[in-house]
């Protein structure tokens, strides 16, 4: 597809039914109809930045901090396994405490203990960093450059360095990691051309996993008082990345349940094929705010993975088998 017809299926004016329908059918054809589970272990909520829109920004004093310890997240990883989940995906914050030593550690015990995929989450590290964690045996790495706007991304995260934050994917794929990225739709100031050069990159990146959610507003933060995104325009753009990237790995995200309880279920019928059901502690989920109206905070992980099964039936679809590795080698 061309800029302009990305940017034309982008907008409210244009009707999305075809758009999905197509989106579907390439999703079919592509990546089939299993459905990847992989388990979100959110195992601390300490970060050094100071993102405008993230409810765990260093400079909200109302969020109530923890850190689990490498136990706890082993526990969790166990979990995964008695639920038959083939991947975890360890995610924080920019935790100075948790340097590549000790997550080299955190991921040897887990790969050890379980066989499971590993996908780490943990933000900009330097590349022999990468390297590091990569021999240790992390498989995966999410990365979100969240906005390829210069100007957009420079008011979001006043304290992020444009350039650093894709020299780190780069660094990701030199290092031997199947790399994600993903954006928000429905930023402040953000336009259809900017979300349509969002898509473009994730092709022109050759990106193995691609996360899309709406931008909700989160009332302690800078973006207190903006409007927060819609499902359509996240569920547009999860569609055109289907269509553009064809076999990239792409979540129906939380965010879109969030702020729809059909939210992933749509995501699933429009080129979604990847859900990431959280096996966290309980205790913490809530403190894990990125945004407000986060769904599954209450739920035990037998819950989730009873209400995912129960979504998949009643959408035709199946959970897939294997660890759902990237599939940019076969195509």
């Not at 792409?250 to 965010?255: K, M, R």
Request: charged share 25%; net charge positive.
């Amino acid at each position: 597809m061309t800029r302009e017809e990305i940017i034309k299926a982008l907008s409210p004016d244009t009707d999305p039914a075809p758009l999905f329908a197509l989106a579907d059918k390439v999703r079919r054809e592509n990546v089939g109809d299993g459905v990847h589970l992989r388990g979100l272990i959110e195992f601390s909520n300490y970060c050094r930045r100071g993102c405008y829109y993230c409810g765990i920004r260093a400079g909200n004093a109302k969020v109530r901090r923890y850190r689990l310890s490498h136990d706890e997240i082993l526990d969790c990883a166990r979990t995964a396994v008695s639920l038959n989940y083939k991947t975890v995906v360890v995610q924080s914050g920019e935790d100075p405490l948790w340097d590549t030593r000790a997550l080299a550690a955190l991921v040897e015990k887990i790969k050890a203990g379980t066989g499971l995929a590993i996908t780490l989450s943990v933000g900009e590290r330097t590349k022999e960093d990468y390297k590091a964690l990569r021999a240790a045996g992390a498989d995966r790495f999410l990365l979100r450059f969240e906005t390829s706007d210069r100007r957009l991304f420079g008011m979001l995260k006043p304290d992020s360095d444009y350039d650093n934050r894709f020299r780190c994917l780069d660094w990701l794929k030199e290092a031997g990691f199947q790399v994600g990225s993903g954006v928000m739709a429905g930023l402040p100031g953000q336009s259809l051309e900017s979300m349509a050069d969002d898509i473009l990159l994730f092709k022109k990146l050759d990106l193995d996993m691609v996360g899309i959610g709406p931008f909700i507003a989160n009332p302690d933060t800078p973006l207190a008082g903006a409007d927060s995104g819609t499902l359509e325009a996240a569920l547009r753009m999860v569609a055109l990345t289907r269509i553009v990237t064809k076999t990239t790995h792409i979540p129906a995200t939380t965010a879109m349940g969030s702020i729809d309880p059909q939210g992933r279920q749509r995501a699933l019928r429009c080129g979604a094929n990847v859900l990431m059901p959280n096996i966290s502690p309980a205790g913490h989920r809530a403190d894990y705010s990125l945004y407000p109206g986060k769904i599954c905070v209450n739920d035990k992980p037998e819950q989730c993975a009873g209400c995912v099964d129960a979504m998949l039936e009643t959408l035709g679809r199946r959970r897939a088998e294997g660890y759902g590795h990237s599939l940019k080698a076969v195509i």
